[in-house]
C-alpha cells in the first residue's frame, strides 16, 4: 500500500506564508506532494459528484449582463452608458473564477471602478474546462480575447490581474493598436526575479505536470485538486484578505465568510494543453521576458509594449512578489513618464478583494485611467 503522502506545511511553518496566499500555490503544491506517492495519486479514481444537492454558483455582486458568449468565456459587461472608454478586467485563469473582480460589496474591484467614474467596465468570466476543450492552447485564450476586444470596441484599458497580467501583456504586445492603457496587478511576467509560485514550478520535473494531465484525460481536475490539498483557510486568513475585522458576529461577517468558503470551493477545470504550456513556456523557461514567446504565429518583444502602463503590487505577495511585479519595467518600451508603480500593504488576493487597497491604489489606478497623460512631444492623450 502507498504511504499516505504528507500533510502540507501550516501557514506558521511555510515562512508566514498564510492559507490566502497559498491558494494560488496549492495546484502546484499538490502536485509536488503527489511526487512522493504517485500510487496513491494516479490510482485514485475522479472525484465522484457529491450527494449533497448541489449549489447554485455564486452570484456576481454588481449586476451585469453576458456580453459575448463564446467556448472560453463569458464577456460580462458592467456597463453604465457607452459613450465612455471601456475597461476590460482580464481576471486570472487559475482554477478559481473570476468572482475575485466582483466579490461582496465593499470588496469588488468591478465596484470601485465604478464608484471612481468608470461607466464601461466588462469582465473576462473564464469557462471551467470540458473534455472538448482538452486542447485548448494559450493561443486560443489570446484569439478569444481578441474577439472581445473587437466586440467591446478597440482601444480598450487592458487591466490584468494575477495570471491575467501576462495574457494582457502578451496581447498588447501582439495587438498594439488596441490597447490604449494597461495595468497589470500582481502580475507575473519576469520570473528569473523569484516567487513562491516560479520556484515552485522549476521544482517540479515536467513528467509530474504530464501526469496530472493524462490522469484527467487531458484536463487539470480543480476539485481532485481542492480535495488533496485539503487546507482549510481560517477566519484570521480571511480576515487579512478582505482587510477587515470579521469578529463581531454581524449578519455581514457571517455572509462573508460563508462567501468566501464557497468561492474557495468552487474551482475551476483547466484544459491540459494551455496548463502545460502556461507551465513550461510562462513559468519554467521564461519565454516572455526573454522575447522567445510566439502568440498567434509572432514572436512577441515587451518592449514593443509602448502604451501607458500601471503596476501594481502586494507588499507582502509571496505568490508575485514586488521584485517580481516591477521587474516588468525594464521589459517594456513604455517610456518613463508613462509608467507607474504602486504597492499596498497587503498580500495576493488581498490585491484583488482587500478593502483598503480598493480605496485606495484603485482609487489611483481609476483616475489615472481617466486622466489626460502627455506624450513624448509635449501632446495630450485624452481619457
Not at 470588496?107 to 486542447?135: C, F, K
Not at 520556484?199 to 480543480?222: C, D, H, R, T
Not at 478582505?242 to 455581514?252: A, F, K, T, V, W
Not at 522575447?291 to 509571496?318: C, H, K, Q
Amino acid at each position: 500500500m502507498a504511504e499516505k503522502p504528507k500533510k502540507p506545511e501550516t501557514p506558521e511553518q511555510h515562512a508566514g506564508a498564510d492559507w490566502a496566499q497559498q491558494v494560488w500555490l496549492w495546484p502546484l503544491e499538490a502536485t509536488r506532494l503527489a511526487l512522493d506517492s504517485y500510487a496513491q495519486w494516479f490510482a485514485d479514481p475522479k472525484p465522484a459528484p457529491s450527494n449533497a444537492p448541489e449549489q447554485m454558483p455564486l452570484a456576481w455582486t454588481t449586476p451585469n449582463v453576458v456580453a459575448l458568449q463564446l467556448p472560453s468565456m463569458r464577456l460580462r459587461a458592467f456597463s453604465r452608458g457607452n459613450a465612455a472608454q471601456p475597461v476590460l478586467v482580464c481576471a486570472p485563469y487559475a482554477l478559481h473564477g473570476a468572482l475575485v473582480a466582483d466579490f461582496a460589496p465593499g470588496h469588488s474591484l468591478v465596484g470601485a471602478l465604478q464608484r471612481d467614474g468608470m461607466n464601461r467596465i466588462y469582465v473576462t468570466d473564464w469557462r471551467s474546462a470540458t473534455p472538448e476543450m482538452r486542447h485548448l492552447s494559450i493561443d486560443n485564450y489570446l484569439a478569444e480575447l481578441n474577439v472581445a476586444i473587437d466586440e467591446i470596441g478597440a482601444p480598450v484599458d487592458l487591466v490584468g490581474l494575477c495570471q491575467g497580467g501576462w495574457l494582457s501583456l502578451v496581447y498588447a504586445a501582439r495587438f498594439p493598436g488596441k490597447v490604449r492603457r494597461l495595468v497589470l496587478a500582481g502580475a507575473p511576467v519576469d520570473v528569473s526575479a523569484p516567487s513562491e509560485l516560479s520556484k515552485m514550478v522549476a521544482a517540479l520535473p515536467q513528467a509530474a505536470f504530464e501526469q496530472m494531465v493524462q490522469q484527467g484525460e487531458g484536463i487539470v481536475n480543480g476539485e481532485h485538486m481542492l480535495r488533496f490539498w485539503n487546507t482549510p483557510f481560517s477566519q484570521h486568513d480571511v480576515e487579512a484578505v478582505l482587510q477587515r475585522n470579521l469578529r463581531d458576529g454581524s449578519d455581514e461577517a457571517r455572509m462573508l465568510l460563508d462567501r468566501f468558503k464557497r468561492w474557495d470551493r468552487e474551482t475551476l477545470d483547466l484544459p491540459g494543453a494551455y496548463y502545460l504550456e502556461v507551465t513550461g513556456r510562462v513559468f519554467r523557461e521564461n519565454q516572455i521576458a526573454e522575447g522567445r514567446f510566439v502568440a498567434l504565429g509572432r514572436r512577441i518583444d515587451p518592449a514593443e509594449v509602448r502604451v501607458p502602463v500601471f503596476l501594481l503590487a502586494g507588499e507582502n505577495d509571496i505568490v508575485v512578489p514586488p521584485d517580481q511585479a516591477f521587474a516588468t519595467a525594464r521589459l517594456l518600451g513604455t517610456p518613463p513618464a508613462w509608467l507607474e508603480r504602486a504597492s499596498e500593504p497587503c498580500g495576493h488576493l488581498g490585491l484583488f478583494m482587500g478593502r483598503r487597497a480598493l480605496r485606495h491604489s484603485w482609487r489611483r489606478i481609476a483616475r489615472w485611467l481617466q486622466a489626460d497623460i502627455g506624450d513624448v512631444t509635449g501632446a495630450r492623450i485624452s481619457a
